[in-house]
């Protein structure tokens, strides 16, 4: 009787089997086992690059059978869907160690424990360690200003170089990517990462796969989940210390004495996770116990800090467990979803410093993202500093601290209510508020060459948008004061806006906590900025509106301010005293252009 080999699912992965054909040290005819069939199969229709690989072997075996001259055959029953969901817990590997024993044949393996279960029932058995592969071909295409190599099916290979903040995207090819090209890489770059000690494969979900090799970064994505096999691998491009920086005194104070809850903000490519890394090994050398959370782990981190990824695939879980372990400080990276700033935000109430690692183009962007997910009032309390990076440099930094004020642009006293101050740590002044406003927590800015304040603009935008909801799209909004607004209207909307008994009218005042005077409107006349609309005649200074107008009455604002009402004289002109205040703001307003005459 001839020997007989059956190979397991791992010795197929690994690709062991066709190497050993190709050098002739087969020892007996192939028998695949239908459930290592099904399995791989399995998981190349869930995007596994496994499975991928495991098939690709099963091909290249068939073909070095009729090369070589020796026999190849399957045997055995499909699995059942029960044994295909316990293929984790070792179900289809015991099937396997059956049929070997069954036929006498030898197991050929390349998972320890499989080996060690089929010795311990008297099993023939070979395992086959992994062959450690020192290098892999991702790494031709880096050099020392490379940050990320992308390579697609179908497309000329390309890389971004340069500094951080002033990368440019080159291409690195000649000729374009060949599918066989593309699954080369992959199963290449899957075999270091699973022999090598700095090797892991991070994430691996349907035609996706996210590997962590050294201080690279590896994703590989597939049909169905990208129309084309693709590779994009990024790598630091330089590792620096928080020296380097030229950080401010106030900074490195505030980073030392009150900082713990941090949060780097910048756009894609201008050296967050840099930063992060620089920061999390000064608090290292401060003599705190530094951990970070991952998804994947990417930092570029000492050996003495603990890089944690998602357990159990929950960020929530790696968060629980982190409190048990007590560190001083956490680095958590790309925090996005809300899901992650509940965790962050839970994790600095128990007192663990935070530092967070987000997306933003712009500083109070950072903490825009709060907005929704945590109480207005314990903003400060989970985030008190924003340092956003801009070209691998610090732009700009914020401190937030909670206060009880009137918010800018409110008068009264009563209006006083808790607000989060954003101001710049450089020169100490305010730059935004954060404060309740009806049902809505906002972010506004403190801006004091604006037209109308924030408030206004607020208050504004909230009565636009009532009235776009009850069809009144083209109604003027003018501020009398900080606290009264005047609302022109077609004449036929007001009984609409006002409503039965000033319910509408009574109900939009406490939303906005503003009073609303209605007026109609029944025209708008804007005067020449050329000068053709005003000019000075003798002690006057006269408006010309035209003879049309004659006997109706105006109103006559600067802006969005009002002036003055008058009533237009028989030859269509407004007529006011030279010497007054307001004749002066009637010729400002008219050289500025914004001088403007309403019926």
Do not use: C, W
Request: net charge negative; glycine share 10%.
């Amino acid at each position: 009787m001839t020997d007989e080999i059956v190979p397991d699912t791992s010795i197929l992965i690994d690709g062991k089997l066709s190497g050993l054909a190709e050098d002739g040290e087969l020892d007996g005819a192939v028998v695949i086992p239908e459930f290592v069939v099904d399995e791989l199969e399995n998981q190349a229709n869930r995007g596994l690059e496994v499975g991928y690989a495991g098939i690709e072997e099963i091909k290249r075996i068939r073909e070095l059978a009729e090369e070589k001259g020796f026999d190849l055959s399957f045997t055995g029953r499909r699995p059942t869907q029960e044994e295909i969901d316990l293929a984790s817990s070792g179900r289809i590997d015991a099937l396997i160690r059956d049929i070997a024993e069954e036929r006498d044949a030898t197991l050929y393996t390349g998972d320890i424990v499989q080996g060690k279960m089929a010795e311990a029932k008297g099993i023939e058995v070979r395992v086959f360690e992994k062959e450690r592969v020192e290098r892999f071909p991702l790494e031709d295409y880096f050099d020392e200003e490379t940050m990320s190599v992308h390579l697609k099916q179908g497309s000329v290979p390309k890389a971004k170089r340069g500094l951080p903040g002033e990368f440019g995207l080159e291409d690195i090819g000649d000729e374009e990517m060949t599918r066989d090209d593309i699954e080369r890489i992959i199963q290449d770059t899957i075999e270091t990462a699973e022999t090598s000690d700095e090797g892991l494969i991070e994430l691996e979900k349907e035609g996706a796969t996210v590997i962590q090799l050294g201080r690279y970064r590896i994703a590989i994505s597939r049909p169905p989940f990208s129309e084309a096999p693709e590779v994009t691998a990024v790598r630091p491009v330089a590792k620096v210390g928080l020296e380097d920086y030229d950080l401010s005194d106030k900074l490195l104070n505030r980073l030392e004495e009150t900082a713990e809850g941090i949060l780097i903000s910048g756009a894609p490519g201008h050296g967050k996770s840099t930063f992060a890394q620089a920061l999390v090994e000064y608090y290292e050398d401060q003599g705190n116990i530094m951990k970070t959370m991952e998804k994947p782990r990417d930092l570029d981190v000492g050996p003495d800090i603990t890089q944690y990824a998602a357990l159990e695939d929950e960020m929530e879980n790696t968060g629980d467990f982190l409190l048990l372990v007590r560190p001083d400080y956490t680095v958590y990276d790309e925090v996005r979803k809300t899901s992650d700033f509940e965790v962050y935000s839970d994790m600095r109430m128990a007192g663990v410093g935070m530092i967070g690692v987000v997306h933003a183009s712009e500083a109070v962007d950072a903490v825009q993202r709060l907005i929704g997910r945590v109480e207005m009032g314990m903003i400060p309390q989970i985030v008190d500093t924003v340092i956003h990076i801009e070209n691998a440099s610090v732009a700009k930094v914020y401190k937030l601290e909670l206060t009880v004020k009137v918010p800018e642009g409110m008068t009264e006293a009563d209006l006083a209510r808790p607000v989060v101050l954003i101001s710049d740590l450089g020169t100490g002044e305010p730059e935004y508020e954060i404060y309740t406003y009806g049902e809505e927590t906002v972010v506004l800015p403190i801006d004091g060459d604006r037209e109308i304040s924030g408030t206004q603009k607020l208050a504004q935008d909230q009565l636009e948008h009532v009235l776009q909801a009850r069809g009144i799209d083209d109604a003027r909004i003018e501020f009398i004061s900080d606290d009264h607004i005047r609302l022109l209207v077609d004449e036929e909307e007001i009984p609409h806006i006002i409503g039965h008994g000033g319910e509408n009218i009574d109900q939009l005042e406490e939303e906005l906590g503003l009073s609303i005077t209605v007026e109609p409107r029944t025209g708008t006349l804007k005067s020449e900025v050329s000068g053709y609309g005003v000019e000075e005649r003798g002690n006057s200074v006269i408006i010309s509106v035209g003879e049309d107008m004659s006997g109706k009455e105006v109103d006559v604002y600067d802006g969005d301010e009002f002036l003055l009402t008058a009533t237009v004289g028989k030859t269509g002109e407004v007529s006011v005293t030279k010497q007054s205040d307001l004749a002066s703001r009637i010729l400002g307003a008219s050289e500025s252009g914004k001088l403007e005459v309403r019926v």
